[in-house]
């Protein structure tokens, strides 16, 4: 099976039962996709699976072929910081972290989609996305920052 | 929280005392070790540039990368995977299992089931106490192979008579749910001041109500987990934990072995909210197995397990009587509650509030707590206080509503100034500045005006209904909190300055995402006069670092911060001994700023690397240690919070518009930090006021809502505008950096002002959460009659 993962290339032979999840973190190498529910209720796995949100955790590996994925480690390019990675830490968007790297993807998708989204449809866009530590407010800010391209908050300390 | 008493000049000279610990609502006297110096408390006035400032979460980069690694991700070379298999029954025994066809299973190399754990970990006895216990487990080379091999696994039960609630296990006939009885030794427990009587007959105005709050589940996003490999007879564990010491301590008497032999490490985790403070089966099993088959092992729970069997908030019901003069001065507090634990936990009952919040000479409780067949118990932030407050709170509202006074006022008129449940002064209270502040940005004086306003579809944008139905009312409340967060000792750390002047902050606490990285950061920072960028926190590792105790009851600034401070202060102190022959000057005639020392009143400096440079292989480490607290004062944190609500008479929902919080914890190290904490805790708050309740099936013992999909967390869509905020100063009794803790208290004050905001639109009491359609619809119903 080929698939196009952040850009890479990869001929893989899933596993019968595998997870994208599990491909992506065991076997690609590629951990920040996160296991939180193994049932698509909480979006810590969600990816972009040609250009769709997606619940890795609830996809087939197998349905994968010829797919393309964007995972969390695909949003920075050659080293340098995303806008919404840079509002996320401007913005103090991730408390623990552990559901950030499903909220900055569904967050990527959103933007894609609609470029000024207002407070509303970023509520309703970012709704299954969970988040235990309550960071929700700093992400409706950060992701309303990050369209406008506002970054003056931003330190240019956490740049990479 | 914690608390210390008795530090004293008879002390001075000694290096060990003994002082009282109090850490949520458990007394227990300790030794602690004495540090060899204290740095005078940065006052309210202090000049300080780090402390204080709203730089970003120091690990926020590896966060928004993905490079954060948490124990869930956790992949060692060879490395299996553990699966819990889980009672399908409440009580009984295991009457027969057979491992053959599981063990047949391509890829499962292992099986663990009755008998088969050592009896310290008490796992896989044979004899089930609630639906959802460990009874087995599946080592396999694949997750998919491990569950595979859980269908695989024949196991048969013998169902026992069970009782799964108070009522069914203080029955004359139940079943016994411990050996030792369904009741908690002690229990009642009944704690009191004054003359309940007098109190009462002094009453202008009595009411009595009843209020029940519901099982909260912590409902992390990363379930509990760990990861086991051995070398030789030593054992690593990465584990997602509040407290790696208290793994490691649990671990090492479990198996048998030497403390020096178990490593605990915990980067980075997935929320815990109290319900990681130790060991579980988890970390057990993935041991074990470890040991057993010499690869890496692990065990990461499912979100079924972690939503029926990783603790929880206990359920309260809560019979309040309260007592008070027309003008509104309580002259009396009565409280009456049942609190069923689970099959363990302990006496974090919903009382202390009772004692604490309020200036009434007259005030008696009593808890009675059951062993009942679920799940056990675990603290869940600000145990007891949240579960208290929802009783307390509302009964001052519906008192409030009784004597025809505003509920505000009624608060302040009973603000006391002293702990009259421990007879002493608080370290600070600005208490009724949380009033004052919070009321003033809520717009408390205009609420009838908005209410006026927001049936008028011409009104302003900021008061205009979100829906234009005309079923909906609008509807305000409030509640107030108190939090005992003095934090204490014993907590260690260290300030190396290495030789290219970089500083690394070592203490063996934990970061929840509460930001404990950053505040220590910030601290050392400050005391050392260096740039915060030159500064790094090194955290959670058993092997080495310093002891730091759990990450719970609000504790690590207040803790860890203090002994972060002095480990700055006397690794500045060495690097200026070293640095003064260099100046050819005293130490005491140079200061440190931004990483720099300078000659003062002269132009003469140096870059503290160019000091270390200097110094060759020679490492400056300060240390560090926490102090016991001052004598005979209660710390704490206080707060109050205002919520505006619609609710739809027709269809029962509730949407929150507005929460207005304002706290007072002290010194605030980093404001952004905290109020991102303050915010979360009121997210989690209005969960436990509208959503989240476990429930289990009445004939089987068995969870009906395991999962994210029936259990419901507050989600994006649901939160209202929140403007939280601190009002108060650097509390310079409490510790000598003024920070009090703060991330347990805005969960404590939520769900009451919401359930006073829904009773003001609806015009009809909420005795019980969480605020479903269907009670929202009941109360109505009932006031109908």
Known sequence: MRLTVNGRDHEIA?????????????????????????????????????????????????????????????????????????????HDAAQCGYCTPGQLVAATHLLARNAAPDEAEIREAMSGNLCRCGTYPKIVTAIAAASRGDFKNMSSETDE | MARQSKRSTARRGRTFVETVVEVEGRTEKRVVELPAFEPAAWKADTALEIVGARVPRMDAHEKVTGRARYTADIALPGMLHALILRSPVAKGNVRSFDATAARAVPGVLDVLATGDAPPDTRLFTGKISYAGQPVGVICAETFEAAAAGARAMAMTFDAAPFAATFEAAVAPDAPLVRSQGNLMADSPMIEGRGDIEAGLRAADVTITREYRTPVQLHSAIEPHGAVAEWNADRVTIWESTQGIFRVREQVAAALGISQSNVRVIKHYMGGGFGAKNGAGAHTYIAALFARRTGRPVRCVLSRRAEQSDSGNRPATIQRVTLGAKKNGTLTAIVLSADIPLGVSGWEGGPAQIYHEL???????????????????????????????????????????????????????????????????????????????????????ASREERRQASANPAAPASVVPSSSVASVRRGFGMAAQLWPTGGGPPSYAQVRINNDASIDVLAGTQDLGTGARTVLAQIAAEALGAKLSDVRSIIGDTETLPYAGNSWGSMTTPSVGPAARMAAEDARRLLLEAAAPMFDVQPGDLETKDSRIVVRDTDRSMTFAEVTKSLGDVMIVGRGSRGPNPDDVTIATFGAQFAEVEVDVETGIVRVLRIVAAHDAGRIINPTLAESQ?????????????????????????????????????????????????????????NHTGARGLAEPPIIPTAPAIAAAVADAIGAEMTQIPLTPWRVLGALENQRG
């Not at chain 1, 019968?16 to 698509?40: Q, V």
């Not at chain 2, 808890?367 to 709170?393: C, H, I």
Request: hydrophobic share 40%.
């Open chain 2, 358 to 444: 309020y200036a009434c000479p007259n005030v008696r409780t009593e808890e009675t707590f059951a062993w009942v067949n679920s799940s056990g118990m675990q603290a869940f932030r600000a145990p007891g206080y949240a579960e208290g407050a929802f009783g307390l709170e509302s009964a001052m509202n519906a008192l409030a509503r009784e004597l025809g006074m505003d509920p505000l006022a009624l608060r302040r008129r009973n603000f006391t100034r002293i702990d009259l449940r421990r007879s002493q002064k608080y370290s600070g209270n600005a208490l009724r500045e949380c009033y004052d502040e919070g009321a003033r940005k809520f717009g408390w």
């Open chain 2, 678 to 734: 303050l915010e979360g805790g009121i997210i989690q708050g209005l969960g436990y006021a509208l959503f989240e309740e476990r429930i289990l099936d009445r004939a089987t013992g068995v969870q009906l809502n395991a999962d994210l999909h029936d259990y419901r967390i507050p989600t994006m869509a649901d939160i209202p505008a929140i403007d939280a905020f601190f009002v108060g100063t650097a509390d310079t009794v409490a």
């Open chain 1, 14 to 90: 899933p596993a019968p039962g595998e997870r994208l999840l599990t491909l992506l973190n065991d076997r690609l190498h590629l951990p920040g996709t996160k296991f939180g529910c193994g049932h698509g209720e909480c979006g810590a796995c969600t990816v972009l699976l040609n250009n769709r949100l997606a619940y890795s955790c609830i996809v087939l590996a197998e349905a994968c072929d010829s797919a393309t994925v964007t995972t969390i480690e695909g949003l920075a390019s050659a080293g340098k910081l995303a806008p919404l990675q840079r509002a996320f830490i401007a």
